[in-house]
């Protein structure tokens, strides 16, 4: 009985470069660092901090102490779009293939609006008011963070590339502060600084898409930069600390500062926030020593729509 044998000519392997391409042996990792320009719309916050006929009734502006001579309509200060600040971030990037190559991103984009007037207010309930100067202002912290692909236009790899960048989920996260300060200056020439804060946050979903590129100084080196357009809100944001002003209530009413009819109800216009509580806006009047609600309060959003331009360096392992 014979055996079968195979020639060492016969039994070589064809040359590597034959096999097709996995994707596992194709992966080439990259981790970026990234620095931009977020422009997201707010639009409903901007709207109302340009409005003092509408208050945020979880505002400590407008949380002050009212009396005839600080109305709501003065209680709701009056104040400038947010001001964007630079963004910052991290990138992490797995190209896995010529063609596709995933993205986890994470950034942070913070903005502000500040604005001053002066207030009238009760340092003790039985002494009168005095007007002293006021200092607001509206914070927002936004992080995001991306799950996002690539999709290569041109690769020319070890060199440059150009491609389409689709977020494909996204998660924001915002921290909200309002602020209000009052210096106060007693008849004893003491000086003393209040103030009063909320502080709240909330999470949505969002996704962006756009274009980038992309130049290799060196194998291992890399610059580029995005352009994408982010598209999400966060609907609800919760309040989790609120510090008071500690200022006195005004004295009592005469009974001739109300409505004459004794028939209208005068609802209370806002709570003392507690961790939990809803951020919350409304139309708000006052007549006579009482502030009047002219609707159903609704929920504050944070509108994250607008522009997002990023430049980045990358590290390639």
Avoid: C
């Avoid at 708000?284 to 609704?298: M, S």
């Amino acid at each position: 009985m014979g055996y079968a044998t195979t020639s060492p000519a016969q039994a070589t392997l064809p040359p590597l470069e034959d096999f097709p391409l996995k994707p596992l042996e194709w992966s080439k990792w990259s981790v970026g660092l990234l620095v931009g320009l977020y422009h997201p719309s707010l639009e409903t916050l901007n709207h109302i901090l340009s409005d003092n006929r509408i208050g945020i009734l979880q505002d400590p502006n407008f949380l002050l102490p009212g009396n005839p001579d600080f109305p709501s309509t003065r209680r709701n200060i009056v104040a400038p779009d947010i001001f964007g600040l630079a963004e910052v971030g991290i990138e992490v990037n797995l190209e896995i293939n010529p063609k596709y190559s995933f993205s986890i991103a994470g950034s942070q984009w913070a903005g502000e609006s500040r604005a001053e007037d002066s207030a009238t207010i009760f340092t003790r309930s039985n002494q009168p008011p005095s007007i002293v100067p006021r200092d607001a202002r509206y914070h927002v912290t936004i992080k995001q963070l991306w799950w996002g692909l690539r999709y290569h236009l041109f690769n020319e790899p070890g060199v440059k590339k150009v491609y389409f960048n689709i977020g494909i989920i996204g998660i924001s996260h915002a921290d909200f502060t309002m602020d209000a300060l009052e210096r106060v200056i007693t008849n004893n020439n003491l000086s003393f600084d209040s103030v009063s804060v909320t502080e709240a946050s909330g999470y949505g979903f969002t996704t962006r898409f756009g274009a980038g590129g992309e130049y290799y100084f060196q194998k291992w080196l890399s610059v580029g930069a995005n352009v994408n357009y982010v598209v999400g809100k966060i609907s609800t944001l919760k309040v989790t600390r609120f510090f008071a002003s500690g200022f006195a209530e005004p004295p009592p009413a005469p009974p001739d500062s109300l409505p004459p009819d004794p028939t209208i109800h005068i609802p209370e216009p806002a709570k003392t926030p507690v961790p939990g509580d809803s951020i919350t806006y409304v139309p708000v009047t006052t007549i006579g020593a009482a502030d009047v609600l002219q609707g159903t309060p609704q929920d504050l959003a944070l509108d994250l729509d607008g522009f997002d331009v990023t430049f980045y360096i990358q590290f390639h392992f």
